[in-house]
């Protein structure tokens, strides 16, 4: 499995809604409440993208959903659950299972192979593969954040974005920045080793957008 590090990870609350089917109410509520804090967030949370979430939280909040949706567990109970999945290196993602017992969850440690807070004489009913949930968010974050084709090449200012200077579109990459490489030497197939998310469409529009302005 790749590690989370190397796809997108940082997600706002807008982005966050659409992976996990929570509603930004919902997570400010729970942010505002300390039941679910976004992994980077700052104090003045009136400023534009003051709640930035990371990979690994989107997988919190998707499992958090299920067993609050489907397995009706508590609030007070997934509260501890947050912290704990929080903490989960990506190799415990992979290999720790959660099981539902009389609306308690218990973590399947796979070190020790023991059931943390278990409820005796109960029954198991479906497990959580954590893992899955991880490949999954995984999957969904790249097709969220895949490019349209029909930003490819083209040039964009949005007030929120890079102070509203202009990037190439579905980025936040200003096209000055590609200037400036271009300047010191770079070819384009550098420039997209330095970027690569760009092709070679939208370098070739920074380019031509960089020198019309100068040329204005």
Partial sequence: MEDSGTIISAFTDEQVARLTGLTVDQLRYWDRTKFFVPSYADQNRRLPFSRIYSFKDIAALRTIGVLRNKHNVSLQHLRAVAEELQRLSDDGWTKTTLYVLGKKVVFHDPETGGLREAVGGQYVVPSIPLAVVFSDTKRDVEKLTRRPDDKIGKIAQHRYVSHNAPVVAGTR????????????????????????????????????????????
């Fill in 173 to 216: 990459i200003p096209t000055a920045a590609i200037r400036r490489f271009k300047e010191a030497g770079y070819s384009v197939g550098q420039i997209i080793k330095e970027y690569p998310d760009l092709t070679p469409k939208d370098v070739k529009a920074a380019l031509e957008f960089e020198e019309a302005n100068a040329a204005a």
